[in-house]
């Protein structure tokens, strides 16, 4: 059976003037949609559920991970016993020794006979979205 729709035998044609129109979300501007920083990111991508997925290989996304943790787990000023330590780190991810190495030679924490401490965010390495434009990646290929 041929229908009006078709310009069968039955009717005229409808007309793509004549069709609906779909009505479409208006795209927003590019200039005005909001670029995530490289830290933002990282943390998105290894940070899942308050759980890190994966210990980064590459150095500088390890570098945003272990600023995190530093940030959000250790409090300044505070002693911790390498216990304590280890017990905040399970909670993040299984390789808490891996985690500490990291954090301690990293500059993040320090450790004396045993004793671990936040070291002031002044002492800590540079932030990975502070002046990347004059940083080399270390996660870019040799062509770019």
Request: glycine residues 6%; hydrophobic residues 35%.
């Amino acid at each position: 059976m041929v229908g009006p729709w078709t310009g069968g035998l039955t009717g005229p044609a409808v007309s793509a003037d004549d069709a609906p129109v779909m009505p479409t979300d208006p795209q927003p501007d590019p200039a005005e949609r909001r670029r995530y920083t490289f830290t933002e990111r990282v943390v998105h991508a290894f940070i899942v559920d308050g759980r890190l997925t994966t210990i980064p290989a590459r150095e500088r996304k390890r570098q945003v991970i272990l600023r995190y943790l530093a940030r959000h787990d250790f409090e300044e000023d505070r002693d911790y016993p390498e216990r304590e330590v280890d017990q905040r780190l399970a909670l993040r991810h299984r390789d808490v020794a891996a985690l500490r190495r990291y954090l301690v030679d990293a500059g993040y924490l320090e450790r004396q006979a045993g004793i671990y401490r936040r070291r002031p965010v002044a002492d800590w390495p540079a932030d990975p979205d502070i002046g990347a434009a004059d940083q080399p990646r270390d996660d870019a290929s040799p062509e770019e």
